[in-house]
């Protein structure tokens, strides 16, 4: 094993990553000592760096990267469920002050982990928990999605989202997303009926899509008016919003209107209190489940980043072209 831990680095707000060599991670007694393979790119990554995601807590100069899929090396004291050579995923650190997923080894919680999915690479088990989880927690956690409801994903064709559209339906739910026109046959090929939401209004579809009667879930992944309008589309009574970006002023009048219900989805608690972090690794666990009972696939960027190209991967990620969640490798195949 190195000696040293090869690592992305940014120093200030909206400077560049620059590699360094760093003491290998010291490993507590409940932590597990992963190799990283592949570590996946979120847009919190990009507000991090940028300066403006003061809820992460995570100062800079700091390393950046939240989720990633590698290899356990070395088991705690404590730590009975891993052993060396085990493949493992997770979100497991890169905010609160906790070293992030753009290196080659980090020490972990290992109640934040589960194995990979047998039918997923390591490149695609890396982009899955940081939006499996937020998505799990909104539908399964929060909103209790069961077979036979109608549920709403607003931007299905987003990270979140287009997990969000195939846990809904691996729960025996049917689903609708919200997307532009151009993500239409994204949003069909993951199994849901898809909402032009710039040609149309939300009085208009959820008169059209059911009979004026609402969705039982609404999951809202974008925020501001978007949020405004799932309050719209909530189903009278037993409606329930859940909402992953619910953090600005919004009325309550029209969810209250209905009798229906909200619910906020913080995902980096866990991380930033210590607390429900063994949850979290269940989570996963189901991801897994999910994945290879061929339920789940995320969608993946083509593109291949090596740990020196961190800059030109979020630059994919921000300036929009990315097709798909975004990877940089670190020994992935």
Same mark, same amino acid.
């Given at each position: 094993m190195s000696e040293s831990n090869r690592v992305a !680095? *940014?120093?200030a707000a909206g400077g560049p990553f620059q590699l360094r060599e760093l003491p290998m991670p010291a490993v507590g007694d409940t932590q597990v000592l992963v190799r990283i393979a592949a570590s996946g790119v979120n847009p919190l990554?990009?507000?991090? +760096?940028?300066g403006q995601a003061a809820?992460? +807590?995570?100062?800079?100069?700091?390393? @950046? %990267? *939240?989720?990633m899929a590698g290899t356990v090396e070395t088991v705690g004291r404590q730590v009975t469920q891993f052993k060396p050579g085990d493949e493992v995923? %997770?979100? *497991?650190?890169?905010?609160g002050g906790h070293q992030g997923t753009l290196a080659r080894?980090?020490?972990?919680?290992?109640a934040l982990l589960a194995r990979r999915p047998r /039918?997923? /690479?390591? +490149?695609?088990? $890396?982009?899955?928990? @940081?939006?499996?989880? /937020?998505?799990?927690? %909104?539908? !399964?956690? +929060? $909103?209790?999605?069961?077979? %036979?409801q109608r549920v709403l994903v607003h931007g299905g064709a987003g990270g979140v989202g287009h997990v969000a559209i195939q846990i809904a339906r691996a729960r025996g739910a049917q689903a609708w997303a919200t997307g532009s026109a151009a993500q239409r046959s994204v949003i069909e090929t993951l199994g849901a009926t898809p909402i032009d939401h710039m040609a149309t209004t939300v009085e208009r579809y959820v008169t059209e899509q059911t009979n004026g009667e609402g969705f039982d879930v609404v999951v809202d992944t974008v925020g501001? $008016? /978007? @949020?405004? $309008?799932?309050?719209?589309?909530a189903r009278r009574y037993t409606g329930h919003v859940v909402s992953s970006l619910g953090w600005g002023t919004h009325s309550l009048a029209p969810l209250s209107f209905r009798g229906a219900t909200y619910s906020g989805v913080f995902t980096l608690l866990p991380l930033l209190t210590g607390e429900g972090r063994a949850h979290h690794g269940r989570i996963l666990g189901e991801a897994a489940r999910l994945a290879d009972e061929g339920l789940l696939a995320p969608l993946l960027d083509p593109h291949r980043f090596g740990l020196h190209e961190a800059d030109q991967a979020h630059a994919l990620m921000t300036g929009g072209g990315a097709r798909g969640k975004v990877a940089v490798d670190l020994g992935a195949s």
């Open positions: !680095v *940014v120093d990554d990009a507000k991090i +760096r940028a809820h992460a +807590r995570h100062p800079l100069p700091a390393v @950046l %990267g *939240v989720d995923f %997770g979100m *497991v650190g890169g905010v080894y980090i020490a972990v919680d290992a /039918t997923l /690479t390591m +490149r695609q088990a $890396a982009v899955l928990p @940081l939006v499996f989880i /937020t998505a799990w927690e %909104g539908l !399964v956690d +929060r $909103a209790g999605v069961r077979p %036979g501001g $008016a /978007t @949020l405004d $309008a799932s309050f719209v589309a």
